[in-house]
Every structure is written in structure tokens, then in C-alpha cells.
């Protein structure tokens, strides 16, 4: 059975290897994420080139997310590298101290917390385990009381509950390191902490600029971020649920539903969905999840998100390997549940104001109601297999091209399974007929299916797919 959902992993000390790299993709993983927030541009060039040759030695095509680190919102190093707080101490957060923190104060990487607080904001310190009132800003100075103390360490993030840090999503290091992700033609780049449709727009030009063609996506991790959600799913590509920081802000029991309503939103825009943040946590340190975990991701799956991410579990995990085959177990499960959807032409339904989307649509139409054994769509830009994939037909969709950049983007589009495909002919008949081929070749079809295929007249164009036909396969060759 061909997995549906996709699997993301982040990259670190755990899996730098090429040979764990291979058998991480062995193992399921359809795209890794390279987190920019550590490392430098030869450390990630260098890395997007083991990670290529890791899947070429394994026959599959991974692709690269490219994940920008955004405002260090954080406090800076203590001299011992952490201290306690207890409920009711007193503590400053002091923007302008040079020198390693205290038992009694601590400097800032942002520095413009003190313009962004007032007398009873509440801050929320290392993903919300430490709780801190304010009761006064002197100067550079944020004095606090603690509510909810614990250990306090080096470079925690600060969160204020709510929402409400105007510090920009596009730092000066991350319009650097945009410059990165376009030399190492990462497929997508996230931007961490867009508080508006505006911010994806100004990374979309800053990509461009830079002469990459990466595909935009926004994680969605900011309470500002909720109400104008619209807007950024459509200044994006493709969205992250990024369930940490945005538990954070706006309360970890607002999640869940806020997580269905992204997936929700983001497929009915024809957009990507992540859903990211502590999926298998337990893993880093043992080799099997916990149940929870378990309900958790396939929760995800049954929602209807594209893919599902690893973090910390793959970065610096003891059990990177077991991590992968027990998500790839669970989605596979999952995906059993998953109802699909007949389509039907409703009144008042989106009136389709371009031709391929509209071949797409047809093709969607007749494989749910034929209940063929597989989708194919001859594609030069993938555009077409997007379309398809926001609607579970049931079946797989194989997206076939020449073109290496479109490989990979299709990575992460749920239901959709990349196939290099060399158009060796004008005619697109004999295209079709040499796609029917490849797949059988490939066993992923066999004589006798039924299966639908599209294509372009102007064969090898982008955007001119115009053609569907449906397919008993063999029948050519009779």
C-alpha cells in the first residue's frame, strides 16, 4: 500500500551520515528539513549535497525544506549556564546587560521587550514551563514576578501569552540565509513567526531576488497570526501547524481545533499542510511511542494534512530509524479510516477559470465515480498533481515529469507519488502510452486496471495540460 501521508525529518547530529540518511529514506522519509537556526551556509550546502546522494544511492527522490530560524526571541547565557526560580522570586530580564545572567537578572537577545510589555503582560519562558508576571519596565529593564518557576537555561524562548512581540518575522540573518536556501535550491522555505500575509509576500520577493524557485510556507506559530490566517495561506505556498510556540500564545487546549481548522482552510485554498511539534517526542530516548503519540498522529492523518514532521526525534533522537518506520506504521493505519470523497458538481460550486485545473477536476470526477486503480498526470510543473491532491479520491496519483525541481516539490503533496518520467515524443498519445509502461514496469499498475491519465497537447509546456483520457492498461499493445 503506497503511503499517503507524507513524512518530514529534521536533520542534525543523529542523522548526518549519509549512510543514516539512507536508511532514514529506506526507512519512509519523503523530505528533510534542514533548520537554519544552526549551522552555517557551507554546513548546509554541504548538507543538501549528502542528502541527494543519499537518495539517489536508494532510488528515491527526497526533497528540502529549508526552515529559517526568525527573531531570536530569547534570554542570553548565565554564568553557570542555568539557574531555579521559585513561585513569588523576583527577576529582571534586562535588555541592555552585556554580561552572562543570574540569580537575579539575565540579559536579552530582543531587545525590544521592554517596549512590548506593560504592568501584568505574562510571559511564558521555555515553551511555557516557566511563567513570569510583569510588574514593572524601568528603562531596559522588565521586572517580574515568578508564578511558575523551574529551571531557567541558556537561550530559552520568551513568549507573551496572547500574542503582541512586534519583533519582524524576517530577520537580517534570514534574508541571508534566503540567499542560501536559493543556492542549495531548497524546494520549500519556511518563515518562522509571519504575523501577516505581508511577511510571505517580502520573503516571496527576497526568494526571487535571490533567483530561487523554492515554494513558500508560512508556520503558523504567532497569535497575531490566527485572525489574518487567510491571508497568509494565500501569500503562501504551504502552511506549518507549528503546535510549540503556538500553544504557547494561545493555550495548549485551543490546539486541536485551531490544528483542523488550518489543515481545513489551507486544502481548501490548494495549499500544503505540515503538521509539526513533538508527534513522537518519547522516541528521542526510547524506540517505541507512547499511545498518545500514536492517536496524535493519526489524528493528524484523519484531519487531512499532507504530512506529518519530526523534530528533535530525528535531529538528535537515540532512535532516529525506529522513529520513521513507526510513523510511516501509524499513518499507513490510519489512512485505512480515511473516507474518500465521490466528487460531485455542486450549484454555486468554484467556477474554474483555467483549463488544466479544470482537466484536473474531471480527472478527480471520473476516478472517484470508475473507482480506478490509479490517477497519472503527465506534468511539467506539478501543478495538475497539486490540484488532484486536495481531494481524497482514494487511489494514488503518480506525477510524471522530466523536470528534477518538480520531482521534488512533489514530495510533500499528499496521495502524490513522484515518478522520473524522459518525454521522448511530441506525440502526446505515444507519451501516454509510454507513462502506461513505465508504470507497469515499475509494478505499480498491472494489465487489466482501469486508470486515468492526463497530459498537455503542447507536451513538455507548463500549464497546457488540457487532455484526459481513461485507460484500460494493455489495451495499447493488443
Known sequence: MLRRTKIVATLGPASSSQAVLENMIRAGVDLVRMNFSHGSAADHMKRADTVRAAAKAV???????ADLQGPKIRVRKFENDKIILNKGDSFILDASMDGLGNQQRVGLDYKELPNDVEVGTVLL?????????VTGVKGTEVHVVVVRGGVLSNNKGINRQGGGLTAPALTDKDKEDIKTAALINADY?????PRTGDDMRMARELMIAAGGKSLLMAKIERAEAIPVLADIIEASDAIMVARG?????VGDAAVPGLQKKMIKMARAKN????TATQMMESMITNPIPTRAEVSDVANAVLDGT????LSAETAVGDYPIETIEAMARI????????ETHALVVKPGAEKFTRVDQSIAMSALYAATHLKVKAIVAVTQSGSTALWMSRTNAGVPIFAMTPAATTLSKVTLFGGVHPIAFTISSKDHSQTLRDAEDELVRLKLIKEGDLIVMTIGEAVGQTG????????????HRK
Request: with cysteine; charged share 25%.
Open 306 to 309: 499532507d504530512a506529518v514532521m
Open 59 to 65: 532510488g528515491r527522490t527526497v526533497g528540502i525544506l
Open 271 to 274: 495549499r500544503l499542510v505540515i
Open 245 to 249: 510556540d503556538l500553544s504557547v500564545e
Open 464 to 475: 497546457h495540460t488540457n487532455t484526459m483520457k481513461i485507460v484500460k492498461v494493455g489495451e
Open 331 to 338: 499513518c499507513l493505519s490510519a489512512e485505512k479510516e480515511l
Open 189 to 193: 522555505l519556511a518563515v518562522s513567526f
Open 125 to 133: 519562558l521555555n515553551d511555557g514551563m516557566l511563567e513570569f508576571h
